[in-house]
């Protein structure tokens, strides 16, 4: 009998490796520190001599997005190596880089100018504004909105990972109150992200464009297998349809909790996270219970 | 709401104990009613959310999540047990959970 279908799902950004699930998958280590050389040989910007307990390099956000990119590569490679092939992938926001690097679409190299594209026009676009991201868990969308439009935040809502469970982009004064007002209103847990500039919101779209026009020389090639969008949740394939899925990146909301729905009415239910972190294994338990999610320490 | 035994409470303590030695592997013998949740268990507000979920399930409860976050903003849970008082509330009393701070 064939095995179920196996979807990789490349997690956002992650600044905490002190911990981290790679530890135990046998092979990582020494194929994590082979990307990591060999990005440092075309990138001076690249940090080696990263560290996993001394998370050195981690107070910087693009020197954090190299590593957990790089991280996730290797993660995904050693998988392929073990026969974990995956009938779909899914990038999580910045998780979208190493997807593509996964299925074929993009060299390592190509994947790390994209990040720094990516990370240099947004700066450009938030110069002189203060900006964050926050997730607020225990209200519903409609709470949320609700609390938007009665204090006129500048706030989009820019994820939704569960039913109730979302993430917020705009300027920071506006998330932080936002989150006070959350947690008056009863969400059961509400945070601001280690980010200074506001993902996925909507004024980035002229940092969009500009990433578009800067990375339009890169090369990007089909891909192995259907990445699935979070904006849309549609199969992507060709160059075209991935080079509109990097750019609306940038600037489109996502939606991890109706992209997860999708594979489950398809009936595909097992997933591997292949980064740093835990955090889509966690929230996975607030979607569906059919939901198998495994963290690379995890895998049966 | 759901009907109120003997035997519940001891339910409740049997489910919240395992699922704090479970998820922050250490030994239940470890886990007692003073037990601090954040500082000795390394525990999280997530946790505090699958714990609901795993509580509506078993007992059918009708309970919007911001019933359980107002309250919990006035009556802050730190211990194993307070949070078992809170389930057993929560169980108890469901959607009018506010109503007992009106009561009181």
Known sequence: MPAPPLVFVFPAFSNDYSVHPGNDLKGFKEQFDQLVNEACRFHE?????????????????????????????????????????????????????????????????????????????????????????????????????????????????????????????????????????????????????????????????????????????????????????????????????????????????????????????????RFIECGPSKSLVKNAKFVAPELRFFSLDRIP | MAEITNNTRNEVKEIVYNFFADECEVDKSQINDNTLIIKDLDGDSLMFLELIEIFKKKYNLEIELKVIGKYSVKHPVATIGQLIDMQMLIIEHENQLLDLDIKS
């Not at chain 1, 001599?49 to 107070?59: A, E, K, P, T, V």
């Not at chain 1, 060299?107 to 790390?112: A, E, F, K, N, V």
């Not at chain 1, 997730?135 to 519903?140: A, F, H, K, V």
């Not at chain 1, 899925?245 to 398809?266: A, D, I, M, S």
């Open chain 1, 45 to 269: 910007f690249l940090p080696a001599g990263f560290h996993f307990q001394d998370n050195n390099f981690l107070d910087d956000e693009l020197k954090t997005q190299y590593i957990t990119y790089l991280y996730s590569c290797a993660a995904s490679m050693v998988l392929r190596k073990n026969q974990r092939i995956p009938d779909y992938s899914a990038g999580y926001s910045l998780g979208l880089y190493a997807a593509l690097y996964d299925s074929g679409s993009i060299t390592l190299d190509t994947g790390l100018r994209f990040i720094q594209q990516a990370y240099l026009a947004i700066g450009e676009s938030v110069k002189g504004q203060t900006s964050g991201m926050g997730t607020i868990i225990g209200l519903d969308r409609n709470d949320i909105e609700l609390l938007i439009g009665k204090s006129n935040l500048k706030i989009d809502i820019t994820n939704q990972n569960a039913p109730y469970s979302f993430v917020v982009s705009g300027i920071r004064e506006d998330v932080v109150k936002l989150l006070y007002l959350a947690n008056e209103e009863g969400a059961l847990h509400t945070r601001t992200l280690p980010v200074s500039v506001p993902y996925h919101y909507h004024q980035l779209k002229d940092a969009a464009t500009r990433f578009e026009k800067k990375t339009s020389h890169l090369d990007v090639f089909p891909s192995l297998n259907p990445i699935v969008s979070l904006i849309d949740q549609k199969e992507l394939h060709t160059p075209r349809e991935l080079r509109r899925e990097l750019t609306g990146n940038l600037y489109l909301p996502l939606n991890w909790y109706k992209t997860q729905q999708w594979f489950l009415l398809r009936g595909i239910y």
